[in-house]
T-cell receptor, first 112, second 113 residues
């Protein structure tokens, strides 16, 4: 079982819709969770981070964390074609060190 | 400012060459990282420097040699690479505490012939 799992997609949504990206993790001791967006050929760009159970909103983005169920999600409201990218979920699974474990990423396609 | 810079942007090298990748940040971060990313795969951690000391080496072959000359600079020395080492090499940095955000540089696209 992979430590951090994401559906590889592609997830296709129409412009203006809500895109929902999900991520599950196996280490119950994980404490910090990150969403990165990566355009093709570019480096990962931080979108959001979340540490506490519940929702965290930033503009069109909402991160949701449920530690009991070991999942974290990212909602993108009013999706735009420019949101089309691969979204990487990353989890800090080693609290004694600075290590992130990445999921395989979900490719999102927003169609005009 | 959350900028991490990397040079060169692109690098083509033969299997007998020696080259170096450079990473720089001026955010006062005390942890720096090297990742390798193949196409359609997530970044794979290679090395972590914490307060200029190598703290994590993820069983990387010795043909990759990291160096941290000071708290702002991170180098990756390459020697006798194989074609399968062709990838995007990403540098990242973070403040240096155990649980915090990593910021990535733009990467160096490496092709080994």
């Amino acid at each position: 079982q992979k430590e951090v799992e994401q559906n590889s997609g592609p997830l296709s949504v129409p412009e203006g819709a809500i895109a929902s990206l999900n991520c599950t993790y196996s280490d119950r001791g994980s404490q910090s969770f990150f969403w990165y967006r990566q355009y093709s050929g570019k480096s990962p760009e931080l979108i959001m981070f979340i540490y506490s159970n519940g929702d965290k909103e930033d503009g069109r983005f909402t991160a949701q964390l449920n530690k009991a169920s070991q999942y974290v999600s990212l909602l993108i409201r009013d999706s735009q074609p420019s949101d089309s990218a691969t979204y990487l979920c990353a989890v800090n699974t080693n609290n004694a060190g600075n290590m992130l474990t990445f999921g395989g990423g979900t490719r999102l396609m927003v169609k005009p | 400012d959350t900028e991490v810079t990397q040079t060169p942007k692109h690098l083509v090298m033969g299997m007998t060459n020696k080259k170096s990748l450079k990473c720089e940040q001026h955010m006062g971060h005390r942890a720096m990282y090297w990742y390798k990313q193949k196409a359609k795969k997530p970044p794979e951690l290679m090395f972590v420097y914490s307060y200029e000391k190598l703290s994590i080496n993820e069983s990387v072959p010795s043909r990759f040699s990291p160096e941290c000359p000071n708290s702002s600079l991170l180098n990756l020395h390459l020697h006798a690479l194989q074609p399968e080492d062709s990838a995007l090499y990403l540098c990242a940095s973070s403040h240096g505490s155990a649980v915090e955000t990593q910021y990535f540089g733009p990467g160096t696209r490496l092709l080994v012939l």
